[in-house]
Every structure is written in structure tokens, then in C-alpha cells.
């Protein structure tokens, strides 16, 4: 990845993009219906802080990639920054969601099962892009 004339931002590539789009979008579906089903059951707590554990999901998939394409941008350097950056932006969404299940017990439990789930969706959108490649060898 190299960064693109006059621009400002990091270059992400578009795969990369549409990847994120696709994650954001199945996390979004996921945390409404998760919202609608557990408000049918009763347990709309659980709803929020599920959906509110895919929202960090989302962020932490951000960070990732901005941080990812500021390191290419470098040409490589500065893999000890780069290691400390995601150590850090894991714990704090760790926290977060740990804090959650914590203070707001038990349905704040639905925060680590949303990023848990965010996480999956995440790999299996990736996944397929390189599934399709695959199978065209």
C-alpha cells in the first residue's frame, strides 16, 4: 500500500474498503435484529449491549485499518508502534466491554457476545473475497 498523491488520508485499498462496508453492514443488520428479538423476549437490555458490543467491534475494525495503512504508508517501519497501538486499542475495547458485563451484570454480558460476534462476522466476510479466488485457480 503506498499512499496516493496529494492526499491526505492513507491509501486503503479498494477490497479492503468493501470488506469493512460489508462487516459494517452485516453488524448492523445483526445488532437489529438482535435488538428486535430480545425486545420480543423481553430482554431489551441484553439487545443494547449486544449491539452496543458489535458497535465496538465496528470501531476496533476502524482503528485497525487506519493503523494498518498508516504502516504500510511508512514503508514498514515502526512495527514496535504498530504492536503497542493494537495491544492498546484491544485493551481498551476489552475494558469497555468487560466493564460492561461487570457494572451492568448479567445482560452487560452482551457486550463481550457482541464483539465475540463481530469478530466472527468480520472472518467470514473477509473470508469470502478469498474463497471466490480460490475457487477461480
Request: with cysteine; hydrophobic share 60%; aromatic share 8%.
Amino acid at each position: 500500500m503506498t499512499s496516493m498523491p496529494g492526499a491526505d488520508a492513507p491509501y486503503i485499498p479498494p477490497n479492503i474498503r468493501s470488506v469493512f462496508r460489508r462487516s459494517v453492514i452485516a453488524a448492523a443488520v445483526a445488532a437489529v435484529l438482535a435488538v428486535v428479538v430480545l425486545v420480543v423476549l423481553q430482554q431489551a437490555l441484553w439487545g443494547v449491549f449486544l449491539a452496543a458490543g458489535l458497535g465496538l467491534g465496528v470501531l476496533n475494525l476502524a482503528m485497525v485499518q487506519r493503523a494498518a495503512a498508516s504502516y504500510a504508508n511508512r514503508g514498514g517501519s515502526g512495527k514496535k508502534g504498530f504492536a503497542v497501538g493494537s495491544i492498546g486499542r484491544l485493551a481498551v475495547i476489552s475494558v469497555i466491554a468487560f466493564g460492561c458485563a461487570v457494572f451492568f451484570r448479567p445482560a452487560g454480558i452482551g457486550a463481550i457476545v457482541g464483539v465475540a460476534v463481530f469478530q466472527f462476522i468480520a472472518a467470514v466476510v473477509a473470508a469470502i473475497p478469498i474463497t471466490k479466488e480460490v475457487r477461480s485457480w
